[in-house]
Nanobody, 114 residues
Framework: QVQLVESGGGLAQPGGSLRLSCAAS????????MRWYRQSPGKERESVAF????????IYSDSVKGRFTISRDNAKNMVYLGMNRLKPEDTAVYYC???????WGQGTQVTVSS
């Protein structure tokens, strides 16, 4: 079955950095585009980054453009989210998800606070 395991979250100071990882299995990872989403308390889940199956195309939401970088390693079935210049408003649970599938992992909590 589809499994998505996010990790790498934690507490960061404003202006700091974190790198999230997502281990994927149970589907054709190499032919699947992937997205990172986030959800803050009281807000809807939003897509923040997209990467095509071969990694050639990346798209970011305006809120993270220029600060976050999505990447993938198809040999390891992994997708990553590099997060720089973090802001308190980046505080959320972050999830990875394959394009076209409805499966979610448990997410990883990111908290940005001084």
């Amino acid at each position: 079955q589809v499994q998505l395991v996010e990790s790498g979250g934690g507490l960061a100071q404003p202006g700091g950095s974190l790198r999230l990882s997502c281990a994927a299995s149970g589907f054709s990872f190499r032919t699947s585009a992937m997205r990172w989403y986030r959800q803050s308390p009281g807000k809807e889940r939003e897509s923040v980054a997209f990467i095509s199956d071969n990694g050639d195309t990346t798209i970011y939401s305006d809120s993270v453009k220029g600060r976050f970088t999505i990447s993938r390693d198809n040999a390891k079935n992994m997708v990553y989210l590099g997060m720089n210049r973090l802001k308190p408003e980046d505080t959320a649970v972050y999830y990875c998800k394959p394009q076209g599938l409805m499966n979610w992992g448990q997410g990883t909590q990111v908290t940005v606070s001084s």
